[in-house]
């Protein structure tokens, strides 16, 4: 993330300023003092970095960690809500100009964003926190044998293992997933943030995930910001099936299936193996229907042409604010939540369980436990 984040949050801490902390009705000393703990509020990675670990994983309690993703959040929603004001106000001002220079001007509007922004901050991080739902969806397969007619999948993904979402968190996960009575679990990536030393407990209870066919997992771009190597090693201790562009066949007397994962492409600049769609389908006998696990959803059509029935992915998270999720589309090849039909593949891009703890805000798009029935498609 280097200077980039530092960069991009001082932006919006800049616009805050102008179109927020400035009209208040308070006083100069007031203001200086609001914009100057918002300016530390928006540099907060940069100096959790300095003083209490990485940016990816800050060795903070949950509940510091917590109050600075409610304060984080408020800065953005600032933002977001004076940047909906100000072009309400432009597309107003030409036809109503009254109308619009009201909007552009109100300290009252201004003071209603303000207490708007710290409300639903704190809706935002308890969303991130709670253990989520399960959702349950059926996703139609050309050409599933018969005996994997209603072949139950659960997919976890981003499950993001830190001090945010420790153990006991990641226990309730587990134990909802099992409770699914799943024949396959998959987890397609991002399952930890930090060293494998520093997560060995809040890991721990994924080694209880059970299904009769098994626990397959891949790596996503989280894994590779420790050490990879070890991280792989530390997954397969747990019991988890790391496919790393490989696959398996699941046999149902003489029907099968096969699933296949692929590495993410964070793996390049780590010197890891970067994804391999030719190698994770070589030796499929032809037929048989693939699904694919891949993190990042953004190669989704290069897939169906290789013929690929199935995508699961996650990397998104939902987009995680309503109205936001517009941008993390444009830069996942227009995928971000849910379905997609792309020729004879269906993509389903899950909003996770989780997420990374420097964003920890869910507003319009839930956390989930996804459960997927496979059926014949006609």
Not at 86 to 113: H, K, N, Q
Not at 170 to 181: E, G, K, M, P, T
Request: aromatic share 8%; no cysteine.
């Amino acid at each position: 993330m280097g200077f980039m984040l530092p960069l991009i949050t001082g932006t919006i801490w800049l616009f805050v300023l102008w179109r927020f902390v400035w009209p208040l009705p308070f006083s100069t000393g007031i203001r200086i003092g609001l914009a100057l703990l918002l300016l530390l509020i928006a540099q907060y990675h940069w100096l959790v970095r300095l003083f209490f670990g990485s940016v990816a994983s800050p060795e903070l309690p949950q509940e510091a960690l917590i109050v600075l993703g409610w304060a984080f959040g408020v800065l953005l929603l600032l933002a977001m809500l004076a940047l909906v004001r100000d072009v309400l106000g432009i597309l107003l001002y030409m036809p109503w100009r009254w109308g619009g220079r009201l909007l552009l001007t109100s300290r009252t509007l201004t003071l209603l964003i303000g207490v708007s922004a710290v409300v639903l901050s704190a809706i935002g991080v308890w969303n991130a926190v709670r253990i989520p739902h399960i959702k349950t969806l059926a996703i139609e397969v050309p050409g599933l044998p018969a005996a994997f007619d209603r072949y139950r999948i659960v997919q976890l993904t981003d499950t993001h293992a830190s001090r945010l979402l420790p153990e006991y968190w990641q226990d309730a996960v587990v134990r909802r997933a099992n409770s699914l009575h799943p024949d396959l679990i998959v987890i397609t990536g991002d399952l930890a943030d930090g060293s494998t030393t520093a997560r060995a407990r809040d890991v721990a209870p994924l080694q209880n995930l059970q299904a009769p066919d098994g626990v397959l997992s891949i790596p996503g771009n989280h894994e590779y910001y420790s050490d990879y190597v070890d991280w792989m090693a530390a997954y397969r201790a747990l019991g988890l099936n790391m496919l790393e562009n490989e696959h398996i066949l699941i046999h149902r007397g003489d029907d099968t299936l096969a699933i296949a994962g692929l590495t993410d492409r964070q793996a390049i600049p780590f010197g890891q193996p970067a994804p391999n769609l030719q190698a994770a389908l070589k030796g499929i006998p032809e037929g048989v229907p693939v699904i694919l696990l891949d993190h990042r959803p953004e190669n989704a059509r290069e897939h169906a042409a290789a013929g690929v029935a199935v995508q699961l992915s996650g990397h998104t998270h939902g987009g995680q604010i309503l109205g936001a999720h517009w941008i993390t589309q444009l830069f996942n090849g227009g995928f971000v939540s849910g379905l997609y039909h792309l020729g004879n593949m269906t993509l389903y891009v899950s909003n996770g369980a989780g997420l990374w703890n420097g964003l920890a805000q869910r507003l319009g798009r839930p956390s989930e436990i996804t459960q997927i029935l496979l059926r014949p498609a006609p």
